[in-house]
């Protein structure tokens, strides 16, 4: 049998062309996806919430992202879409399918974490925890494969957690919704698996992000979660997290569907 070429490889791993829509993209695991993407001749829709990043001091992250995808693939667009609003996962597909012409890539990296010990979990958190991280990708799941499954080909990866399978105690919602999640994923895998998509989940472990910029502040403290982390006594990158995205959207990833992949450092073992 002969050994495959650099083209053919360079192929079977390409984006060009492909149109992705990113959830949660402006900061994060979500900003380097969507950097990777571009960079590898994709056209994005990089979905974020202009009061979600004010809130959190990162007002200008989203505008400044679009500035660097379009650099790369000029026809990449940023789109502020409030996910906590009923019906709006349905609208931000219809609004991905207007700018790119469709959507080949489904990337669901939005989420919404609050840490609260289990008896103060309020009603409006376990709601507000259902409506982003689950009842908002149903929406999008719903709008974005039919089109894909009748054009025979489609990727969607569900950005989880290792709270999925490791619970923390300060996290009992925010974990029971990203297995909840993945359960979605691998139902629909498998309804989905004659209609060349595949849907995964990605999951990731200590990832240094702005989300726990917090936990870095003292570098005594965040030197001790690294190492009990995992067994690599190391946080992770996004890039690191984002590059194993990309070779699971791409051809290369054709035949994985209904997997969880881990990205911890061996924290699963």
Known sequence: MAQPTKLQIARMTSHEGRRVLITGASLGIGREVARLFAAEGAVVAMHYSRQIDE????????????????????????????????????LLVERANEILGGVDVLVICASTQIRERFGAVTAESIARHARVNFEASVEMLQAALGPMAAAGWGRVISIGSLNQFRPDPELAVYA????????????????????????????????????????????????????????????????EVAHMVLLLTSDAGAFTTGADIPVDGGAHL
């Open 55 to 90: 809130m959190t001091g990162y007002a200008g992250a989203a505008a400044a992202l679009v500035n660097d995808l379009q650099a790369l693939s000029p026809d990449s667009a940023g789109l502020d879409v409030d996910l906590s609003a009923p019906g709006s996962g349905a």
């Open 176 to 239: 029971a919704m990203k297995a909840a999640h993945h359960n979605l994923i691998r139902n629909l895998a498998k309804v989905h698996a004659a209609d060349g998509i595949t849907l995964n989940t990605v999951s990731p472990g200590l990832i240094s992000t702005p989300r726990n910029a917090w936990r870095r502040e003292n570098p005594h403290e965040w030197h001790e979660i690294e190492h009990k982390a995992n067994p690599m006594h190391r946080a992770g990158i996004p890039e």
